[in-house]
């Protein structure tokens, strides 16, 4: 049995994911993440996007957030997009298991990696 070479447990570096969550009423967007090689990120989320950057020493994780680009949405839409920065500021582990990587705080955000 043989799949894609990565790293199997390795932070996502060079990779895009996306948020475990539901559509939210009248959007077809689900929240995603687009890791550079050096941890630049590229966030579109519901309404918002954006840049910010992810430092990582074994399973700790900092996420800084950029400058947004506020886009015109509905109020809970722009609040759900406050929410999960403050999540992913609040981020201090991460963990990989397999296609799923998971930030940990007050919070648990997973994504799941886009692999196709």
Do not use: Y
Not at 20 to 48: N, Q, T, Y
Not at 65 to 92: V, Y
Request: negative net charge; glycine residues 12%.
């Amino acid at each position: 049995m043989s799949g894609p070479a990565h790293a199997d447990d390795g932070f996502p570096f060079g990779m895009e994911m996306t948020l475990e969550a539901a559509r939210m009423p009248g959007s077809k967007r689900i929240p995603d993440l687009d890791i550079g090689d050096s941890g630049e990120v590229i966030l579109e989320l519901w309404c918002k996007g954006g840049k910010g950057q992810f430092s990582v020493a074994g399973n700790t994780v900092i996420f800084v957030a950029g400058e947004m680009e506020n886009r015109p949405c509905p109020p809970e839409r722009a609040q759900a997009d406050d929410d999960l920065i403050a999540a992913l500021t609040d981020a201090a582990t991460w963990k990989r298991q397999g296609d799923v990587v998971s930030f940990v705080g007050a919070t648990t955000l997973r994504f799941r990696l886009n692999t196709n």
